[in-house]
């Protein structure tokens, strides 16, 4: 059985045991402008971590969009890095033709 299905089968099942053990217990969520009575202590960390997942949705995008850009860019300095530069072989032909003709 992979690896990947057995954890996530086993938090499922730390999950039902959590939820079954804390059906009972409740507390008063706050918001600011309101109050909400007696929310089941899973349902607020269920959505507490719900709000967590939402708020690096956009972080995990913004780092999987910028990864292959800064590939490329390294691909291509090291493209540049390996032709040499015409300047310096147009340069070195003169000097050898002027050699020559002396």
């Not at 202590?41 to 719900?50: C, E, N, R």
């Amino acid at each position: 059985m992979p690896w990947k299905l057995m954890g996530f089968v086993a938090l499922l099942v730390f999950a039902t045991i959590f939820i079954g053990f804390n059906l009972e217990h409740r507390c008063d969520v706050s918001i600011g402008f309101t109050t909400f009575k007696d929310v089941p202590i899973f349902l607020s960390l269920l959505i507490a971590f719900a709000l967590g997942v939402l708020v690096m949705i956009p972080f995990t995008f913004i780092r999987a969009l910028s990864l292959p850009q800064k590939k490329m860019k390294k691909e291509r300095d090291v493209e540049l890095t390996k032709q040499p530069q015409k300047a310096d072989t147009d340069s070195a032909k003169s000097k050898k033709q002027h050699e020559d003709t002396k």
